[in-house]
């Protein structure tokens, strides 16, 4: 090769092979396929699950099943107390870990005048006192690792505000200011903290919508279909990478062009 010619390094086939990660929520939906991707690109993952055992345990068998390494961890995100035994669990089984991804999350929908204290509480203490509680548990492991990484899963509803998700869309819009705070007081360890926020993606939460609303939201999307899971997994994949070395504070839309 002459000496005007830079050498251009092939991508690493498996980028996250030193890393081990946390997805809340990955029994199914959204959180499955970013278990899948991490795991695809060589992490190990712990997969938690709050009441779908057998959904969780067939995601980790597909990871072990494919080479990779996963264990299904137990906790209601909500529960401090179940986060720290979990924390612990993982600890003991994959050791620290270097990335977390804050994605379990709920709905309860109700239009303002009808929404009950318990439906704006319940809702807050999964989506947002849930992050809070995994964050907390976690952060010392974030902080000290040299990939770390904060990842949290909001949504284009905590952007836009949505009919009938005065509790979600207030808990996805905390998510940004949460993640905005926990990226300047990271900043000085190199570790970062990002949102994604999809847009409206097929999986059973989206199910729960009824059909007629489903077609007047898809109305508004310039891309005119929802999301795949599988469209929000890539943006995951490169905030848990080097690539993202110099990214922090940053909320990221995957939403078909609904918001900008
Ligand atoms: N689907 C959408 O249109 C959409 C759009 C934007 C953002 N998001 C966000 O993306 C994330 C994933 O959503 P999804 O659509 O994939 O939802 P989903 O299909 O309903 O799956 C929810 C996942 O979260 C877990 N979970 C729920 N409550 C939990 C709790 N208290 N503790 C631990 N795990 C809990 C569930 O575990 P179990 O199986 O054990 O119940 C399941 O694995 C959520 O934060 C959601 O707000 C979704």
């Avoid at 086939?13 to 690109?41: H, K």
């Avoid at 060589?42 to 057998?54: F, I, K, P, Q, T």
């Avoid at 996963?70 to 870990?97: H, K, N, S």
């Amino acid at each position: 090769m002459s000496e005007t010619v830079q050498r251009l390094e092939p991508l690493e086939r498996r980028p996250l092979s030193d890393r081990t990660c946390l997805v809340t929520g990955s029994s199914r939906g959204i959180g499955r396929e970013i278990a899948f991707e991490l795991a695809r690109c060589g992490a190990d993952v712990a997969v938690n699950y709050r009441s779908s055992e057998e959904r969780a345990r067939q995601v980790t068998e597909t990871i072990e099943a494919n080479g990779e390494t996963a264990v299904p961890v137990q906790a209601d995100v909500a529960d401090p107390e179940a986060v720290e035994r979990m924390a612990a669990e993982v600890r003991d089984e994959l050791g620290e870990i270097d990335v977390l991804v804050n994605n379990a999350g709920i709905t309860v929908d109700r239009k303002f005048e009808e929404m009950t204290y318990e439906d704006w509480q319940t809702v807050i203490d999964v989506n947002l006192n849930g992050a809070f509680n995994c964050t907390k548990a976690f952060y010392e492991d974030i902080k000290t690792s040299e990939h770390g990484r904060l990842i949290n899963i909001s949504s284009v509803v905590g952007q836009q505000g949505n009919y009938g998700q005065a509790n979600y869309a207030t808990s996805k819009g905390g998510l940004f200011a949460f993640t905005r705070t926990l990226a300047l007081e990271l900043a000085s360890t190199g570790s970062t903290a990002n949102c994604v926020a999809p847009g409206f993606t097929e999986t059973d939460m989206l199910e729960k919508v009824p059909e007629r609303i489903q077609e007047k939201i898809r109305e508004d999307i310039p891309l005119d279909r929802f999301a795949d899971p599988e469209d929000v997994v890539g943006m995951v994949r490169f905030l848990a990478s080097d690539h993202a070395d110099y990214m922090t504070g940053q909320v990221i839309g995957i939403n078909g062009g609904m918001e900008w």
